[in-house]
């Protein structure tokens, strides 16, 4: 397994997380859980649900396959990166001149004039998904030669540019705030895309692009190309199901109480901290190693990896899932209750958290074991798994949305989780899973959850009793 490489990953990450948690605590403040941060939240939810989805690996599960695949890589590159960005294109143009349509299928709930409101930066904020893309198609070239750091580094960017737009208008009323916010969002985007041009030139990518560029129209890629769209729309449903069931999530958020949909987006922020950092950056640099091991019928060495990883993802996730439930309150406290967050905003955002949480350590694992899905090109198997989760959670959301209002929504989600974790591991294979689950670390995986529990829990009760 390479530790370094999932270590520099993790490493980059990180830095990314802290800077984003930085601009989300500066948002918190100058925002509160208000109806303008809802509206930003709404407006930066479509563009952002397709950067997890791409950035997260959706893409790069169905791309990285048919690219080390492929007879003519650059050919084959060139053919995709083209027809994404020209779709992607015409899609942003549209919603630039007719906004107020897409608003409304992203907050059923709210009335015409909030929607109208919204709906100018929903136009801006959406450029970012072209931005993203081309970002996440240039990363997955760097996957391929094992470079990690550029791409693990470069939302950090996003983060900076939010970051010193806060700073600049944090004291201008909500309004100039939140379009200094989407507008930053656009120049956080370019400068991602000019740092990874400038690692893809430096590791002579470029040159794979230029060729592909020249000898585009070569006729024998065009059953290369069939192939990848046969796997892309499945891959992308497969491994979306977090994402899309979070937007819906803001969507259904739309029906409650005012501040909702900020009470998700920032819990949801620290939940993702753990996932990426752990879950995330492991799955990232196995996947290329995972997919050339199975194309070459090299399955012990495959699977070695996978058991390594199991072990490595379940105590750290594992840790971080026990932390998360019982360190909520001190958590949100400390990122958070400042300005125009108050404190029952931030109860409301303790509880949404907790039930995020639940699911923190099937998610990553789900993460893991669908790898092996993907690299042997089971895409549309785990679509059929997706759905599945998805029709959960959704159910679980609209049974429990009323009574426990958005907490109920996170807790649908983590529902769906554990059953995304249980169907994918069937599909890879029971008799392996209880392989790896009945070796003498399951004992000290379940000792070291209830030693770190009740330390948790003792150390939770003591800077409660600080903070009160």
């Given at each position: 397994?390479?530790?370094?490489?999932i270590f520099?990953?993790?490493?980059?990450?990180?830095?990314?997380?802290?800077?984003?948690?930085?601009?989300d605590?500066?948002?918190?403040?100058?925002?509160?859980?208000?109806?303008?941060?809802?509206?930003?939240?709404?407006?930066?939810?479509?563009?952002?649900?397709?950067?997890r989805?791409?950035?997260?690996?959706?893409?790069?599960q169905?791309?990285?396959?048919?690219?080390?695949?492929?007879?003519?890589?650059?050919v084959?590159?060139?053919a995709?990166?083209?027809?994404?960005?020209?779709f992607?294109?015409?899609?942003?143009?549209?919603?630039?001149?007719?906004?107020?349509?897409?608003?409304?299928?992203l907050?059923w709930?709210?009335?015409s004039?909030?929607?109208?409101?919204?709906?100018?930066m929903t136009?801006?904020?959406?450029?970012y998904?072209?931005?993203i893309?081309?970002?996440?198609?240039?990363a997955?070239?760097?996957?391929?030669?094992?470079?990690?750091?550029?791409?693990?580094?470069?939302?950090?960017?996003?983060n900076?540019?939010m970051?010193?737009?806060?700073?600049?208008?944090?004291?201008?009323?909500?309004?100039?705030?939140?379009?200094?916010l989407?507008?930053?969002?656009l120049?956080?985007?370019?400068?991602?895309?000019i740092?990874?041009?400038?690692a893809?030139k430096?590791?002579?990518?470029?040159?794979?692009l230029?060729?592909g560029?020249?000898?585009?129209?070569?006729?024998?890629?065009?059953?290369?190309n069939?192939n990848f769209?046969?796997?892309?729309?499945?891959?992308?449903?497969?491994?979306?199901?977090p994402q899309?069931?979070?937007?819906?999530?803001?969507?259904?958020?739309?029906?409650?109480?005012t501040g909702?949909?900020?009470?998700?987006?920032?819990?949801n922020?620290?939940?993702?901290?753990?996932?990426?950092?752990i879950?995330?950056?492991?799955?990232?640099?196995?996947?290329?190693?995972?997919?050339?091991?199975?194309?070459?019928?090299?399955?012990?060495?495959?699977?070695?990896?996978?058991?390594?990883?199991?072990?490595?993802?379940?105590?750290?996730?594992?840790?971080?899932?026990?932390?998360?439930i019982?360190?909520?309150?001190?958590?949100?406290?400390?990122?958070?209750?400042?300005?125009?967050?108050t404190?029952?905003?931030?109860?409301?955002?303790?509880l949404?958290?907790?039930?995020?949480?639940v699911?923190?350590?099937?998610?990553?694992?789900?993460?893991?074991?669908?790898?092996?899905?993907?690299?042997?090109?089971?895409?549309?198997?785990?679509?059929k798994?997706?759905?599945?989760?998805?029709?959960?959670?959704?159910?679980?959301?609209?049974?429990?949305m009323?009574?426990?209002?958005?907490?109920?929504?996170?807790?649908?989600?983590?529902?769906?989780g554990?059953?995304l974790?249980?169907?994918?591991?069937?599909?890879?294979?029971?008799?392996r899973?209880m392989?790896?689950?009945?070796?003498?670390?399951?004992?000290?995986?379940?000792?070291?959850i209830?030693?770190?529990?009740i330390?948790?829990?003792?150390?939770?009760?003591?800077?409660?009793?600080?903070?009160?």
């Amino acid at each position: 397994m390479q530790l370094k490489s999932i270590f520099t990953n993790s490493l980059g990450i990180l830095f990314s997380r802290v800077t984003g948690l930085g601009r989300d605590v500066l948002m918190a403040s100058a925002l509160g859980a208000s109806v303008w941060s809802d509206m930003f939240f709404v407006a930066f939810k479509l563009p952002n649900l397709f950067r997890r989805i791409f950035a997260e690996g959706a893409f790069t599960q169905a791309f990285m396959p048919s690219f080390i695949a492929s007879r003519h890589k650059g050919v084959f590159a060139t053919a995709i990166f083209l027809r994404f960005l020209l779709f992607l294109t015409t899609i942003s143009l549209l919603i630039t001149f007719f906004p107020e349509p897409i608003t409304k299928l992203l907050a059923w709930g709210w009335d015409s004039e909030q929607i109208a409101q919204t709906a100018p930066m929903t136009a801006i904020n959406f450029w970012y998904l072209d931005l993203i893309f081309i970002v996440t198609f240039l990363a997955t070239l760097l996957q391929y030669k094992n470079h990690f750091a550029t791409t693990a580094m470069s939302t950090a960017l996003l983060n900076i540019s939010m970051i010193t737009a806060l700073y600049l208008y944090m004291k201008e009323d909500p309004k100039t705030v939140a379009y200094a916010l989407s507008f930053a969002v656009l120049i956080g985007g370019t400068l991602q895309v000019i740092v990874h041009l400038m690692a893809l030139k430096n590791l002579t990518l470029h040159k794979l692009l230029i060729g592909g560029w020249k000898y585009r129209n070569k006729k024998d890629v065009k059953e290369e190309n069939r192939n990848f769209q046969s796997l892309f729309l499945p891959g992308i449903l497969g491994n979306s199901t977090p994402q899309v069931s979070a937007f819906i999530d803001t969507l259904l958020a739309t029906f409650l109480m005012t501040g909702s949909v900020s009470f998700l987006f920032y819990a949801n922020r620290i939940f993702q901290l753990p996932l990426a950092l752990i879950a995330i950056a492991t799955a990232t640099v196995l996947f290329p190693a995972v997919s050339k091991a199975l194309k070459n019928n090299q399955e012990i060495e495959a699977y070695v990896n996978l058991d390594k990883a199991f072990w490595l993802l379940a105590f750290l996730l594992g840790a971080a899932m026990v932390g998360g439930i019982l360190l909520a309150e001190p958590i949100v406290w400390l990122l958070f209750e400042r300005g125009k967050f108050t404190q029952v905003q931030t109860l409301e955002t303790v509880l949404v958290l907790q039930m995020y949480m639940v699911g923190l350590l099937p998610f990553g694992l789900a993460k893991l074991f669908s790898l092996f899905l993907y690299a042997s090109h089971r895409h549309l198997k785990a679509a059929k798994i997706a759905v599945y989760s998805l029709i959960t959670s959704v159910t679980a959301s609209l049974i429990l949305m009323h009574p426990l209002g958005a907490s109920g929504l996170a807790l649908a989600g983590s529902i769906g989780g554990w059953v995304l974790f249980i169907f994918t591991v069937k599909e890879v294979g029971t008799e392996r899973f209880m392989d790896i689950v009945k070796s003498k670390k399951s004992l000290y995986f379940i000792a070291m959850i209830i030693l770190f529990s009740i330390l948790i829990y003792f150390v939770n009760s003591w800077i409660l009793t600080l903070m009160r």
